[in-house]
């Protein structure tokens, strides 16, 4: 987050005390292939339910990512109606191109 330029020209959800609801999710999920690129499955919930060992759908992915914060991968930042998600080095490098 450090590294974005003029961050205050963003709008941002802090998603723990202001969790994300089912129309903004639906919406994020329009800008990726599905709601599973959206789902961090390095969320300690994730290993601690044994989650890596089931087989997840789609649906399963959405209602997880409703259920908890940690499961929903962050940051996701919308430019236009391009997503990025996460904070890779190439993600991060990608948004900065994008801005």
Do not use: W
């Not at 723990?16 to 609801?21: E, L, R």
């Not at 994730?46 to 209602?63: I, S, W």
């Not at 997880?64 to 929903?72: A, R």
């Amino acid at each position: 987050m450090n590294q974005i330029p003029n961050i205050e020209q963003f709008e941002l959800q802090e998603i723990k005390s202001n969790p994300i609801n089912i129309n903004q999710l639906e919406a994020l999920r329009k800008h990726t292939d599905s709601y599973e690129s959206l789902f961090n499955k390095r969320a300690q919930l994730y290993k601690l339910r044994g989650l890596k060992d089931q087989q997840l759908q789609e649906e399963d992915f959405k209602n997880l990512i409703l259920e908890h914060y940690t499961f929903l991968s962050r940051p996701v930042i919308l430019i236009g109606e391009l997503a990025f998600i996460g904070n890779s080095k190439k993600t991060v490098e990608e948004m900065l191109l994008a801005i």
